[in-house]
T-cell receptor, first 113, second 113 residues
Framework: GAGVSQSPRYKVAKRGQDVALRCDPI?????LFWYQQALGQGPEFLTY????????KSGLPSDRFFAERPEGSVSTLKIQRTQQEDSAVYLC???????????FGPGTRLTVT | GESVGLHLPTLSVQEGDNSIINCAYSNSASDYFIWYKQESGKGPQFIIDIRSNMDKRQGQRVTVLLNKTVKHLSLQIAATQPGDSAVYFCAENGSGGSYIPTFGRGTSLIVHP
């Protein structure tokens, strides 16, 4: 079956613009995670959903970051008024169970100019 | 092995050699550990996992060793192939079924033909 997909794969935004990043998890996976990965670093947790419920958003760096998963499948990470420090790869991962291995998408590389 | 710093630790090996990638974790209460492989431009890919009630687990060409006494994890890759070239991350989940993995910095494995 299909893995986790993300779109767009690349996004260039001018500082101050809003962006929306999409994640399509593996069908049937109830758990969905968003991560931010800076160059040369490991992924850093942003937020976690179980079905449509956002159970943890402790990793979101500011109130400019917002995530949703309204129907418990596709998720969108939105960043308002982008700043240069938001430039990173944003990874989405899904799993059958939150305590088990996660399956990652290819990521969206965001560049804020 | 894993380290905190500006440069990604690098391990260079010859094709056919065995590789050992090390990771020190921080939370003595962590009970689940995962190794991921990340190729350039792709998301992390699950390789193997181990729970804290084990000290060794084997997969296809890979073995993970866990030493809880010194909070150390290692990934052994047998007969390393050029396709194994990637960045390898260890990740730990906290205790009590915590679902937020903490990733290490990563080790870059370079396999020379």
């Amino acid at each position: 079956g299909a893995g986790v997909s993300q779109s767009p794969r690349y996004k260039v935004a001018k500082r101050g613009q809003d962006v929306a990043l999409r994640c399509d998890p593996i069908s049937g996976h109830v758990s969905l995670f968003w991560y931010q990965q800076a160059l040369g670093q490991g992924p850093e947790f942003l937020t976690y959903f179980q079905n449509e419920a956002q159970l943890d958003k402790s990793g979101l760096p500011s109130d400019r970051f917002f995530a949703e998963r309204p129907e418990g499948s596709v998720s969108t990470l939105k960043i308002q008024r982008t700043q240069q420090e938001d430039s990173a790869v944003y990874l989405c991962a899904s799993s059958l169970d939150p305590t088990r291995e996660q399956y990652f998408g290819p990521g969206t590389r965001l560049t804020v100019t | 092995g894993e380290s905190v710093g500006l440069h990604l630790p690098t391990l260079s090996v010859q094709e056919g050699d065995n590789s050992i990638i090390n990771c020190a974790y921080s939370n003595s209460a962590s009970d689940y550990f995962i190794w991921y492989k990340q190729e350039s431009g792709k998301g992390p890919q699950f390789i193997i996992d181990i729970r804290s009630n084990m000290d060794k687990r084997q997969g296809q060409r890979v073995t993970v060793l866990l030493n809880k006494t010194v909070k150390h994890l290692s990934l052994q890759i047998a007969a390393t192939q050029p396709g194994d070239s990637a960045v390898y991350f260890c990740a730990e989940n906290g205790s009590g079924g915590s679902y937020i993995p903490t990733f290490g910095r990563g080790t870059s494995l370079i396999v020379h033909p």
